[in-house]
């Protein structure tokens, strides 16, 4: 304990000394490059460019799920816009994305008190074929419940998971609640159940239930997975209560097509002196397909384009290339990241930063990273340089996204300016995702955060150490 | 202006004469019957009989529009939860109601920027046919907007109508907004239009169109009717804005059933020495079918069923009878309360004061009227008595809502506690009319008001004596 506390005030005192450093004073980045930072900041909250881009993609592409038509129309916007504002070296690269379609899916409880619901088919789900599957409910609180069943409790139900996702800033509870989602059917699945409804993994009391991927195992049946709103599922948890047999009947015209062909799509601002160094900033450009993906993933582009346009327009050079990677089929498999993995491998060691935007439309609150360690103060300077956005400083087990996994793994340094979860998960992944819930002060401060970060890390003048601790398990 | 002002300061001297009467006193109520308007406070803020009954019926019912399945569960319901609370006189009164189906509804933009939205078919509307329409739209704000147009400007065209409700505490912008909805698709037909989208008469950014009744004209065509969400109006707002024609495809399979039956639910306490007048509490039992029907109307329900169990069960005997009427199909045509009026021509003297709980799960924030103007200082010795809920008063031309409207042209006095509108308008007619909605403390609050301000009419020592004025128009 003592040998903690000396630690304590030895870090305190190299804190004390460290703070010394006005903003526009660093030990490591030069004096211009922080006057830079000035400029982007003032230029950035007076930018309207990320919300222009994200009122666009949602009005005039809408919906975007990988392979869809939407889909299709959302690469060539992406083209087009970065033609318009302005990039170097635009270019798509082919991305083959599987295809899977919604249809129409009905849940309605037969016994003790009918009634309907509205539902969502979870991603990747099977279909109930055209007779549906009527059958009496079990209700469990989460797969480990379902785990601890005795044998045979489950056959030839169908499995009602109940736990409730928790409300945080940073978007933890996700990560606690997901694992119903992404594997509940396919345990259900496996234990002989024939079909499975989950509680939204959701923050909200609207009534609309939530959608994502499911992930089913090649050894275990495939049974259609759908979701419910936290009202229903509160409501069913009622009809369970009456002590009653619950009955359910479950349709669903879900299934899988032949893979498609998508898009990455990617432009940049060259490096000066350091121009084979990449600093990405990366955001998925597919969406799901109930809502418009304003919060999820429209707000993501707009942050990144918004972020290199303001660096451009603002008539700075950066040292490193900046680029802009809008990845393919990000929901339901992460395909494009995937695929750009495997086409840069030779090249991976030369993206030597990776930022991702893919939690919503803002603000940022926090500047978390994964870097080598010895490279943290780097990062408090960053901070610094971001003082008046009030930044909490995150821990060094930052993930990014998704969609940086691949990068991630070969060791590239991630920054993470993280934008505000609170109510993400109210709209992420349901109809109500649209430009309502895009709050442009929010968008405008989030893309200035981005872009600073950004052109420091472009600007740094030493190296970027490779990082080689794992990754830690996605938020 | 001078008058004015003397009847103003005159008005100020009565008032400060009137209300140096503490809360307990009166010129007009019994002492007794004051010390029982604080047992029923105490007991009132703590008994959760309503939110019992709200919770019951959306579980155990749900949708429950006219005609329908849920419409004839809620009729056995109410009967039910009537008879277990022990109400006296309970019986049914058949009523004739129409029987629409809703079916399904789709609305696509076909261009400039193809999407779909969700939509609900506004109530009573006709279908489509199996092929849809697919038609060049025109938008315009409202029926005088679509009024002005030069003849033939909407021939065989989809009229977008684009007003938004404004928000307020008393809900007033509701019957701004609304004739849109009521008689907008009867104008566009009349004028060669094909079919008709309004922006939903809703306070709310949630993706949820509201659904609603519209009534047609005899001498002008049928034309489909539905509504979008505000995020989905403004997104067709931003097709408009293109510049480009918006084409848009219409289909809708709703329909008309023939007429189908239902009832109205009475119970009562009996009165002693006046039994033979009437204090009536209404609240209409039907529901739209996209949501359980929870603010719209089981919280009326429960607030009335409340009020009277909240009476009963305090011990106490009202010298006028006090009577729940559970009113069938209010929401398209108020059959029930039409019915209950025709049955009871010949003694709708008796009825001497109305109440009506028909805008949601409260609070109570106001006390109005629509009193013979001599009685209004009763109406302020009840408010009085209501004291510790610090409500305003409201002016003296009280609707009560619509169930009322009948008895009301025959002169019955109208008491209005009004229920908080602000959010009301955010869920009114959507899939989001949950339980959800439902504020516990709200609804004891509610149930207290309306229990107080209905004993102490029921107590009143004089002559309710009828309304000569023409009723205002409905909230």
């Known amino acids: 304990m003592r040998t903690f506390k000396s630690l304590l005030t030895a870090a305190a005192l190299i804190a004390t000394l460290t703070s010394v450093h006005a903003a526009d004073k660093s030990p490591t980045f030069a004096k211009a490059d922080l006057n830079s930072v000035r400029t982007l900041r003032e230029r950035g909250l007076a930018d309207d460019t990320a919300w222009r881009l994200v009122e666009s993609l949602t009005t005039e592409v809408g919906p975007r799920s990988a392979g869809s038509p939407g889909d299709a129309a959302a690469v060539a916007w992406a083209k087009r816009e970065m033609q318009r504002l302005g990039f170097a070296n635009i270019r798509t690269m082919a991305v083959t994305v599987p295809h899977w379609v919604r249809g129409e899916a009905q849940l309605a409880?037969?016994?003790?008190?009918?009634?309907?619901?509205?539902?969502?088919?979870?991603?990747?789900?099977?279909?109930?074929?055209?007779?549906?599957?009527?059958?009496?409910?079990?209700?469990?609180?989460?797969?480990?419940?379902?785990?601890?069943?005795?044998?045979?409790?489950?056959?030839d139900r169908i499995v009602f998971f109940t736990n409730r996702m928790e409300r945080t800033q940073d978007g933890s509870g996700y990560g606690k609640a997901v694992a119903v989602r992404a594997t509940g059917p396919a345990l259900a699945g496996s234990l002989g159940a024939l079909g499975v409804v989950i509680r939204s993994v959701s923050t909200s009391d609207d009534r609309f239930p939530h959608t994502g991927a499911t992930r089913y195992r090649d050894d275990a049946p495939r049974i259609p997975a759908v979701a419910i709103s936290n009202p229903d599922a509160d409501a069913l948890e009622r009809q369970f209560g009456s002590g009653k047999?619950?009955?359910?009947?479950?349709?669903?015209?879900?299934?899988?097509?032949?893979?498609a062909q998508s898009a990455n799509v990617i432009g940049e601002i060259s490096g000066s002196d350091r121009a084979a160094e990449i600093v990405l900033l990366g955001a998925h450009l597919d969406s799901w397909d109930p809502g418009v993906g304003a919060l999820d993933n429209g707000a993501g582009v707009a942050i990144t384009m918004g972020a290199l346009n303001l660096i451009q327009q603002a008539g700075l050079k950066p040292r490193r290339t900046i680029r802009v990677a809008l990845f393919a089929n990000e929901e339901f498999g992460t395909s494009g990241s995937r695929a750009y993995v495997a086409e840069n491998q030779a090249e991976a060691d030369r993206h030597v930063l990776g930022f991702e935007a893919d939690f919503g439309a803002g603000p940022v609150w926090r500047l978390s990273s994964r870097v080598n360690p010895a490279q943290l103060p780097v990062v408090d300077e960053m901070l610094r340089a971001l003082a008046p956005f009030k930044l909490a400083r995150g821990g060094n087990e930052a993930s990014g996204g998704a969609d940086l996994d691949g990068l991630a793994k070969l060791g590239m340094p991630i920054l993470s300016p993280d934008l505000d979860g609170t109510k993400y998960f109210d709209f992420h992944h349901t109809a109500d995702d649209t430009l309502a819930r895009v709050d442009p002060a929010a968008l405008r401060q989030s893309v200035t955060a981005y872009a600073i970060s950004a052109w420091l890390g472009a600007q740094y003048p030493g190296t970027w150490e490779k990082v080689t601790t794992p990754k830690a398990a996605r938020r």
């Open 245 to 259: 047999p619950v009955r359910l009947r479950l349709y669903s015209t879900s299934r899988d097509l032949p893979a």
């Open 109 to 155: 409880v037969l016994s003790p008190w009918p009634q309907p619901m509205p539902v969502l088919a979870l991603g990747g789900s099977v279909g109930t074929g055209a007779e549906g599957i009527d059958a009496d409910a079990v209700m469990v609180r989460d797969v480990a419940a379902l785990s601890a069943l005795p044998a045979g409790a489950v056959k």
